[in-house]
Protein backbone atom coordinates (compact mmCIF):
# COMPACT_ATOMS: atom_id res chain seq x y z
CA UNK A 1 0.00 0.00 0.00
CA UNK A 2 1.83 3.45 -0.89
CA UNK A 3 1.60 6.71 0.35
CA UNK A 4 -1.19 7.67 -2.24
CA UNK A 5 -3.85 5.83 -0.72
CA UNK A 6 -3.62 7.34 2.54
CA UNK A 7 -5.62 10.61 1.80
CA UNK A 8 -2.51 12.78 2.30
CA UNK A 9 -1.85 16.24 0.01
CA UNK A 10 0.57 15.97 -2.72
CA UNK A 11 3.11 18.34 -1.07
CA UNK A 12 3.24 16.08 1.85
CA UNK A 13 3.37 13.45 -0.68
CA UNK A 14 6.29 14.70 -2.12
CA UNK A 15 8.19 15.40 0.51
CA UNK A 16 7.91 11.75 1.61
CA UNK A 17 9.30 10.62 -1.70
CA UNK A 18 12.00 13.49 -0.89
CA UNK A 19 13.05 11.94 2.43
CA UNK A 20 13.11 8.12 0.79
CA UNK A 21 9.57 7.44 2.39
CA UNK A 22 8.57 4.54 -0.10
CA UNK A 23 5.64 2.45 2.14
CA UNK A 24 3.86 2.78 5.10
CA UNK A 25 4.49 1.04 8.22
CA UNK A 26 1.41 -1.07 9.68
CA UNK A 27 0.86 2.29 12.34
CA UNK A 28 0.96 4.45 9.74
CA UNK A 29 -1.44 2.76 6.71
CA UNK A 30 -3.79 2.46 10.30
CA UNK A 31 -3.44 5.67 11.50
CA UNK A 32 -2.98 8.11 9.08
CA UNK A 33 -6.52 7.97 7.57
CA UNK A 34 -8.34 7.86 10.99
CA UNK A 35 -6.06 11.24 12.41
CA UNK A 36 -7.12 12.61 8.93
CA UNK A 37 -11.16 11.88 10.33
CA UNK A 38 -10.12 13.52 13.31
CA UNK A 39 -10.86 10.49 15.26
CA UNK A 40 -9.09 9.55 18.57
CA UNK A 41 -6.61 6.86 18.42
CA UNK A 42 -4.84 4.34 20.70
CA UNK A 43 -1.65 3.32 18.72
CA UNK A 44 0.35 0.63 20.34
CA UNK A 45 3.59 0.03 18.86
CA UNK A 46 7.24 -0.81 19.43
CA UNK A 47 10.21 2.04 19.19
CA UNK A 48 10.75 2.19 15.46
CA UNK A 49 7.62 1.68 14.02
CA UNK A 50 6.87 4.74 13.06
CA UNK A 51 4.64 6.15 15.16
CA UNK A 52 5.64 9.63 15.04
CA UNK A 53 5.05 10.08 11.34
CA UNK A 54 1.69 8.40 11.76
CA UNK A 55 0.49 11.69 13.67
CA UNK A 56 2.64 14.43 12.35
CA UNK A 57 1.58 14.11 8.85
CA UNK A 58 -2.02 13.58 9.01
CA UNK A 59 -2.03 16.79 11.79
CA UNK A 60 0.28 18.69 9.67
CA UNK A 61 -2.90 18.30 7.03
CA UNK A 62 -5.93 19.13 8.96
CA UNK A 63 -3.60 22.31 10.10
CA UNK A 64 -4.03 23.23 6.54
CA UNK A 65 -7.87 24.04 6.88
CA UNK A 66 -7.22 25.47 10.76
CA UNK A 67 -8.44 28.98 11.84
CA UNK A 68 -6.43 31.63 12.76
CA UNK A 69 -6.14 31.60 16.72
CA UNK A 70 -5.07 34.46 18.73
CA UNK A 71 -1.48 34.95 19.65
CA UNK A 72 -0.02 32.21 22.44
CA UNK A 73 -3.34 30.25 21.63
CA UNK A 74 -1.69 27.10 20.71
CA UNK A 75 -4.17 24.44 18.08
CA UNK A 76 -1.61 21.27 18.23
CA UNK A 77 -0.22 19.85 21.71
CA UNK A 78 1.68 16.94 21.50
CA UNK A 79 3.43 15.87 25.13
CA UNK A 80 6.32 14.02 25.82
CA UNK A 81 8.45 12.41 28.66
CA UNK A 82 12.26 13.97 27.62
CA UNK A 83 13.87 16.79 25.99
CA UNK A 84 15.34 14.64 23.31
CA UNK A 85 12.17 13.22 22.22
CA UNK A 86 10.74 16.60 22.14
CA UNK A 87 13.11 17.80 20.09
CA UNK A 88 12.98 14.45 17.89
CA UNK A 89 9.53 15.32 17.39
CA UNK A 90 10.40 18.81 16.53
CA UNK A 91 12.32 17.87 13.81
CA UNK A 92 10.23 15.77 12.28
CA UNK A 93 7.08 18.18 12.36
CA UNK A 94 9.91 20.73 10.68
CA UNK A 95 10.99 18.51 8.04
CA UNK A 96 7.60 17.42 6.33
CA UNK A 97 6.47 20.80 7.32
CA UNK A 98 8.57 22.28 4.28
CA UNK A 99 6.28 21.51 1.87
CA UNK A 100 2.91 22.47 2.98
CA UNK A 101 1.22 25.19 1.50
CA UNK A 102 -0.12 27.22 4.58
CA UNK A 103 3.47 27.22 7.38
CA UNK A 104 2.67 25.72 10.63
CA UNK A 105 5.31 26.46 13.25
CA UNK A 106 6.56 24.14 15.46
CA UNK A 107 8.08 25.08 18.97
CA UNK A 108 9.45 22.39 21.84
CA UNK A 109 9.77 23.34 25.23
CA UNK A 110 11.07 21.83 28.10
CA UNK A 111 13.26 22.04 31.20
CA UNK A 112 16.95 22.47 31.95
CA UNK A 113 17.09 25.81 29.67
CA UNK A 114 15.82 29.19 29.96
CA UNK A 115 12.48 29.51 30.19
CA UNK A 116 12.71 33.13 28.23
CA UNK A 117 13.47 32.57 25.25
CA UNK A 118 10.41 29.92 24.95
CA UNK A 119 8.50 32.02 26.30
CA UNK A 120 8.96 34.67 23.13
CA UNK A 121 9.37 32.12 20.52
CA UNK A 122 5.69 30.99 21.43
CA UNK A 123 4.34 33.88 19.59
CA UNK A 124 2.73 32.53 16.76
CA UNK A 125 3.05 28.71 17.41
CA UNK A 126 0.86 26.35 15.64
CA UNK A 127 1.82 23.11 17.25
CA UNK A 128 3.62 22.82 20.88
CA UNK A 129 5.88 19.79 21.60
CA UNK A 130 6.09 19.83 25.55
CA UNK A 131 7.63 17.95 28.70
CA UNK A 132 4.49 18.37 31.24
CA UNK A 133 6.55 20.31 34.19
CA UNK A 134 7.85 22.79 31.43
CA UNK A 135 4.54 23.59 30.13
CA UNK A 136 2.64 23.90 33.61
CA UNK A 137 5.82 26.85 34.17
CA UNK A 138 4.66 28.27 31.09
CA UNK A 139 1.26 28.04 31.91
CA UNK A 140 1.60 29.91 35.42
CA UNK A 141 3.24 32.64 33.26
CA UNK A 142 0.21 33.61 31.06
CA UNK A 143 2.66 32.51 28.01
CA UNK A 144 0.76 30.24 26.59
CA UNK A 145 -2.90 29.37 26.53
CA UNK A 146 -4.52 25.89 25.67
CA UNK A 147 -8.24 26.77 25.22
CA UNK A 148 -7.81 26.43 21.72
CA UNK A 149 -6.61 22.83 21.58
CA UNK A 150 -7.54 20.58 18.89
CA UNK A 151 -5.36 18.17 19.00
CA UNK A 152 -4.11 16.58 21.85
CA UNK A 153 -0.96 14.08 21.26
CA UNK A 154 0.46 11.66 24.39
CA UNK A 155 3.73 10.11 22.98
CA UNK A 156 5.20 7.83 24.45
CA UNK A 157 2.31 7.62 27.42
CA UNK A 158 3.76 4.76 29.02
CA UNK A 159 7.35 6.12 29.67
CA UNK A 160 5.52 9.58 30.79
CA UNK A 161 3.01 7.68 33.37
CA UNK A 162 6.09 5.49 34.81
CA UNK A 163 8.46 8.43 35.04
CA UNK A 164 5.47 10.07 37.94
CA UNK A 165 4.06 12.56 35.33
CA UNK A 166 0.60 11.22 35.83
CA UNK A 167 -0.40 14.19 38.27
CA UNK A 168 1.08 17.01 36.05
CA UNK A 169 -0.59 16.02 32.90
CA UNK A 170 -3.71 15.57 34.54
CA UNK A 171 -3.53 18.94 35.80
CA UNK A 172 -2.63 20.08 31.84
CA UNK A 173 -5.63 17.63 30.60
CA UNK A 174 -7.88 20.18 32.84
CA UNK A 175 -6.78 23.02 30.91
CA UNK A 176 -8.21 21.51 27.47
CA UNK A 177 -11.38 21.81 26.57
CA UNK A 178 -13.56 19.08 26.17
CA UNK A 179 -14.15 18.47 22.39
CA UNK A 180 -10.73 17.82 20.73
CA UNK A 181 -8.85 14.99 19.28
CA UNK A 182 -6.83 12.87 21.22
CA UNK A 183 -3.75 10.40 20.00
CA UNK A 184 -2.48 8.33 22.30
CA UNK A 185 0.86 6.37 21.48
CA UNK A 186 2.61 4.17 23.73
CA UNK A 187 5.21 1.18 23.28
CA UNK A 188 2.84 -0.93 25.92
CA UNK A 189 -0.30 -0.97 27.38
CA UNK A 190 0.14 -1.51 30.99
CA UNK A 191 -2.60 -1.41 33.42
CA UNK A 192 -2.10 2.93 34.08
CA UNK A 193 -2.39 3.51 30.49
CA UNK A 194 -5.61 1.39 29.93
CA UNK A 195 -7.10 3.83 32.50
CA UNK A 196 -6.28 7.01 31.14
CA UNK A 197 -7.34 5.54 27.74
CA UNK A 198 -10.64 4.82 29.77
CA UNK A 199 -11.17 8.39 30.72
CA UNK A 200 -9.04 10.16 27.94
CA UNK A 201 -10.38 8.73 24.70
CA UNK A 202 -13.81 8.28 23.11
CA UNK A 203 -14.89 5.85 20.84
CA UNK A 204 -11.06 5.74 19.64
CA UNK A 205 -9.51 3.48 16.86
CA UNK A 206 -7.48 1.04 18.50
CA UNK A 207 -4.22 -0.10 16.55
CA UNK A 208 -2.00 -3.00 18.24
CA UNK A 209 0.78 -3.89 16.30
CA UNK A 210 2.16 -6.72 17.57
CA UNK A 211 5.92 -7.35 17.65
CA UNK A 212 6.56 -9.78 15.34
CA UNK A 213 8.52 -12.87 17.04
CA UNK A 214 11.36 -12.61 13.80
CA UNK A 215 11.32 -8.96 14.36
CA UNK A 216 14.87 -9.62 16.74
CA UNK A 217 15.91 -11.54 14.18
CA UNK A 218 18.25 -9.08 12.49
CA UNK A 219 20.40 -8.61 15.70
CA UNK A 220 23.19 -11.10 16.68
CA UNK A 221 22.98 -11.61 20.36
CA UNK A 222 25.49 -12.12 23.09
CA UNK A 223 26.17 -12.12 26.35
CA UNK A 224 29.29 -12.65 28.60
CA UNK A 225 29.67 -13.87 32.22
CA UNK A 226 31.63 -11.33 33.79
CA UNK A 227 32.33 -10.47 37.40
CA UNK A 228 31.65 -6.73 38.36
CA UNK A 229 34.68 -5.55 39.05
CA UNK A 230 36.49 -6.92 35.45
CA UNK A 231 33.57 -5.23 33.69
CA UNK A 232 35.28 -2.41 32.69
CA UNK A 233 38.49 -3.82 31.09
CA UNK A 234 36.16 -6.20 29.28
CA UNK A 235 34.29 -3.59 27.32
CA UNK A 236 37.33 -2.12 26.58
CA UNK A 237 38.76 -5.08 24.98
CA UNK A 238 35.61 -5.57 23.21
CA UNK A 239 35.31 -2.12 21.64
CA UNK A 240 38.65 -2.81 20.55
CA UNK A 241 38.64 -5.97 19.96
CA UNK A 242 35.64 -5.51 17.63
CA UNK A 243 36.97 -2.21 16.38
CA UNK A 244 33.89 -0.80 17.18
CA UNK A 245 33.37 2.43 15.01
CA UNK A 246 30.02 3.27 17.31
CA UNK A 247 28.70 1.69 20.03
CA UNK A 248 25.88 3.22 22.11
CA UNK A 249 26.45 1.48 25.87
CA UNK A 250 23.58 1.15 28.82
CA UNK A 251 24.32 1.70 32.08
CA UNK A 252 21.60 1.63 35.18
CA UNK A 253 22.53 4.69 36.44
CA UNK A 254 23.80 8.17 35.96
CA UNK A 255 26.67 7.34 38.29
CA UNK A 256 27.65 4.09 36.40
CA UNK A 257 27.49 5.72 32.81
CA UNK A 258 29.56 8.72 34.11
CA UNK A 259 32.34 6.28 35.96
CA UNK A 260 32.22 4.12 32.29
CA UNK A 261 33.57 7.02 30.10
CA UNK A 262 35.72 8.37 32.73
CA UNK A 263 37.46 4.56 32.40
CA UNK A 264 37.31 4.66 28.50
CA UNK A 265 38.86 8.45 28.64
CA UNK A 266 41.14 7.76 30.86
CA UNK A 267 42.81 4.19 28.57
CA UNK A 268 42.33 6.83 25.23
CA UNK A 269 38.57 5.83 23.68
CA UNK A 270 36.66 8.36 22.78
CA UNK A 271 33.15 8.37 24.83
CA UNK A 272 30.66 10.78 26.40
CA UNK A 273 28.09 9.95 28.94
CA UNK A 274 24.23 11.55 28.11
CA UNK A 275 22.08 11.04 31.34
CA UNK A 276 19.34 13.65 32.92
CA UNK A 277 22.31 15.13 35.01
CA UNK A 278 23.79 16.64 31.88
CA UNK A 279 23.26 19.91 30.38
CA UNK A 280 21.00 20.06 27.90
CA UNK A 281 23.82 21.88 25.33
CA UNK A 282 25.88 18.89 26.41
CA UNK A 283 22.97 16.03 25.85
CA UNK A 284 21.96 17.61 21.99
CA UNK A 285 26.36 18.09 21.32
CA UNK A 286 27.17 14.36 22.31
CA UNK A 287 23.40 12.68 20.41
CA UNK A 288 24.89 15.18 17.63
CA UNK A 289 28.11 13.82 17.19
CA UNK A 290 27.26 10.26 18.14
CA UNK A 291 24.93 10.32 15.18
CA UNK A 292 27.00 12.01 12.85
CA UNK A 293 30.19 9.47 13.83
CA UNK A 294 32.23 12.29 14.78
CA UNK A 295 31.98 10.42 18.19
CA UNK A 296 32.22 6.83 18.57
CA UNK A 297 30.82 5.24 21.86
CA UNK A 298 28.03 6.92 23.41
CA UNK A 299 26.83 5.61 27.19
CA UNK A 300 23.21 6.34 27.89
CA UNK A 301 20.70 5.44 30.60
CA UNK A 302 17.36 4.03 30.11
CA UNK A 303 15.71 7.21 29.92
CA UNK A 304 18.01 8.79 27.75
CA UNK A 305 18.16 6.07 24.87
CA UNK A 306 14.42 7.00 24.06
CA UNK A 307 15.65 9.76 22.08
CA UNK A 308 18.69 7.85 19.93
CA UNK A 309 17.22 6.66 16.81
CA UNK A 310 19.71 5.63 14.38
CA UNK A 311 19.16 3.45 11.38
CA UNK A 312 22.62 1.60 10.70
CA UNK A 313 23.56 1.51 14.54
CA UNK A 314 26.36 -1.68 14.52
CA UNK A 315 26.69 -2.30 18.17
CA UNK A 316 24.79 -2.22 21.55
CA UNK A 317 26.50 -3.00 24.97
CA UNK A 318 24.17 -3.49 27.95
CA UNK A 319 27.16 -3.15 30.85
CA UNK A 320 24.36 -3.91 33.18
CA UNK A 321 21.14 -5.84 33.00
CA UNK A 322 17.97 -3.34 32.66
CA UNK A 323 15.13 -3.88 35.04
CA UNK A 324 12.52 -5.02 33.08
CA UNK A 325 12.97 -7.39 29.77
CA UNK A 326 10.75 -4.65 28.13
CA UNK A 327 13.70 -2.80 28.63
CA UNK A 328 16.38 -5.33 27.46
CA UNK A 329 14.23 -5.99 23.95
CA UNK A 330 14.12 -1.50 24.00
CA UNK A 331 17.34 -1.51 24.32
CA UNK A 332 18.91 -4.02 22.11
CA UNK A 333 16.36 -2.51 19.43
CA UNK A 334 18.51 0.36 18.72
CA UNK A 335 20.51 -1.30 16.54
CA UNK A 336 19.60 -4.36 13.96
CA UNK A 337 17.17 -1.32 11.79
CA UNK A 338 16.64 -0.39 8.27
CA UNK A 339 17.57 -4.15 7.08
CA UNK A 340 20.98 -3.92 8.44
CA UNK A 341 22.64 -6.56 10.83
CA UNK A 342 22.95 -5.61 14.29
CA UNK A 343 25.35 -6.88 17.30
CA UNK A 344 23.91 -6.39 20.90
CA UNK A 345 26.41 -7.46 23.43
CA UNK A 346 25.40 -8.33 27.38
CA UNK A 347 27.84 -7.86 29.72
CA UNK A 348 26.45 -10.00 32.81
CA UNK A 349 27.52 -10.81 36.14
CA UNK A 350 27.08 -13.99 38.44
CA UNK A 351 24.33 -12.16 40.26
CA UNK A 352 22.29 -11.24 37.27
CA UNK A 353 22.26 -14.33 35.87
CA UNK A 354 18.97 -15.77 37.11
CA UNK A 355 17.30 -12.05 36.06
CA UNK A 356 19.10 -12.72 32.40
CA UNK A 357 17.47 -15.84 32.20
CA UNK A 358 14.13 -14.02 32.90
CA UNK A 359 14.39 -11.99 30.06
CA UNK A 360 15.19 -14.81 27.31
CA UNK A 361 12.36 -16.57 28.70
CA UNK A 362 10.15 -13.43 28.45
CA UNK A 363 11.77 -12.73 25.09
CA UNK A 364 11.31 -16.32 23.74
CA UNK A 365 14.71 -16.28 22.76
CA UNK A 366 17.81 -18.15 23.90
CA UNK A 367 20.89 -16.12 24.13
CA UNK A 368 24.49 -17.28 23.69
CA UNK A 369 26.29 -17.06 27.02
CA UNK A 370 30.43 -17.35 27.22
CA UNK A 371 32.38 -17.44 30.15
CA UNK A 372 34.86 -14.23 29.63
CA UNK A 373 37.41 -16.28 31.80
CA UNK A 374 37.64 -18.93 29.20
CA UNK A 375 38.42 -16.38 26.40
Do not use: W
Not at 1 to 17: D, K, N
Not at 128 to 152: C, D, F, H, Q, W
Amino acid sequence: MPFTTLGLIPELLRVLSDQKYTEPTPIQQAAIPAILNKRDVLGIAKTGSGKTASYVLPILMNLQKAVALKNRHVNVLVLVPTRELAEQVKDVFQTFGKGVPVPVKTLAVYGGVSINPQMTALQGTNVLIATPGRLLELLEMNSVYLSSIETLVLDEADKMLNLGFKEEVNKIIALLPEKRQNILLSATLNQDLQLIHQVLLHDPLVIKIEAQEDSLEQINQVAYIVSDEKKGPFLRYLIGHHEMKQVLIFASSVHTADAIVNKLVKNNFQAKAIHSKKSQGARNEALSNFKSGRLKILVATDLMGRGIDIDQLPFVINYELPRSPKDYIHRIGRTGRADKLGEAISLVSPDELHHFEVIQKKMGKQVKLIDSENM
